[in-house]
């Protein structure tokens, strides 16, 4: 098997640390690199990571139900619509999920999925049922797209949870982008996926990831049947980063029902750890091609966010936003270990 790309250096510094009578102490940085991904990490344990459940209410006061677009009582009145070649009833529907265009889009295909009527739902709240109708309707979204043969190539669904992650709204919801070409880090992953399988004669680079996170045992956190759930080796975020594959999957169009249910129930007891462990937010983007691509196989990623108390400081800063480097106090196969429990119940 060709060599995937995990690299990792330790590097040794020191200081004379006031709280222990200015006595010499050694700090080892441990430097990673994906080269799959292009993303470094720096695993730093010794700094700071919640400890305290946060406290929603500010928000809340902030984005009352009275006010929310997305809430029943103003719903009708302030979320876009479809044109009637798209669908007749201006927003696609099932049960209390909706899906319509974003006001202000990213993209010219950006549109935003509410799960429900319901304002917040904390993390313990998205069970597999409650998660269910707001990616079905995103589903349907791109089925429809592809009815029309708009030429789109490929699609992301993503996930901003409460305002440490950058949502703008308190009510869940998600988005979706569909596309012709790649956003920039999902082409790095297809540039990443094709390099493998020139240089390895075939090789397809998710497939032996899979196989190397196997042999290693320290990041694999669940084999679920078809959903591969995983620790990343050098995460995106200062909590770490949870990876999620279709196994096999090379389109959107690939993934059953049950495939997603598999990966709703995945991701609801992700979400019942980051509830449990006093994360109160997260980022969350499947990727995933809108025709067939064999060198690539339908995947995502979930990165927890948070805010440094006292002061509500972001978790980002120079490093990750100036730099391209992350830093990061959870250790990746620590935060493996904590999270198999959830895959086991």
Known sequence: MRDIGFRMEITRGCYRNPFQNFEEKEILIEERYDETTGVSSRILPYRVRPAQKPDIAPYLEKSPESLCPFCPDLFDKLTPKFPPDVIAQGRFC???AWLFPNAFPYDATNTVA?????????????SPETLRDGFGVC????????????????GSINWNYMPPSGGGLIHPHLQTVAGKKPTNFMRRLLASAQNYAAASGGDNLWRNILLWEKQAAQRLIADTGVVYWLAAFSPKG????????????????DLTEANMDEFLQGLSRVLLYLHVNNYMSFNLSLYATMTPEKHFWVQGKIVPRFELNPLGTSDLNYFEKLHDEIICPVVPEQLCK????????
């Open 94 to 96: 099932r049960k209390e």
């Open 139 to 154: 589903r349907d979204y791109f089925f429809r797209m592809a009815e029309m043969q708009k030429g789109y190539q490929y």
């Open 338 to 345: 904590e999270l198999q429990p959830y895959f086991q119940a």
């Open 238 to 253: 200062m909590a770490g980063e949870i990876d999620f594959f279709f196994k096999e999957k090379t389109s959107f169009f």
């Open 114 to 126: 509410i799960f429900s009527s319901r304002h917040f739902l904390a993390l313990d709240q998205f």
